[in-house]
């Protein structure tokens, strides 16, 4: 069993950037395969990016991809979301995930622990 808890969301202008970091409890966390997933107001979850456990897959969604980067330390227990270059469409509630299977990474469905979730705020 992993917990998750993200931390670093916040208001920031068009153009900015922002980082976010989700923190995992546990002692299996280099097993994991961690995601980023986000929701959009009024809108359904969707994938953002994802990690493989030592780092060798990378994902990422095509409006993000050039813009984000995702990245882990095991020895940390954490994984961030350094987003860059923010748009207003970036708005929504971000959420850290983590799963055991090393396939389907960018399906919602697939991941059995989330966190809570924090929001960003881009303003125009």
């Known amino acids: 069993q992993v917990q998750l808890v993200e931390s670093g969301g916040g208001l920031v202008q068009a153009g900015g950037s922002l980082g976010l970091s989700c923190a995992a409890s546990g002692r299996t966390f280099g097993s994991y395969i961690m995601g980023w997933f986000r929701q959009p107001p009024g809108k359904e979850r969707e994938f953002v990016a994802a990690i493989s456990w030592n780092g060798g897959t990378i994902l990422y969604a095509d409006s993000v991809k050039g813009r984000f980067t995702i990245s882990r330390d095991n020895a940390k227990n954490t994984v961030t979301l350094q987003m860059n270059s923010l748009k207003p469409e970036d708005t929504a509630v971000y959420y850290c995930?983590?799963?055991?299977?090393?396939?389907?990474?960018?399906?919602?469905?697939?991941?059995?622990?989330w966190g809570q979730g924090t929001q960003v705020t881009v303003s125009t």
């Open positions: 995930a983590a799963r055991l299977a090393n396939y389907g990474y960018t399906r919602i469905d697939l991941y059995p622990h």
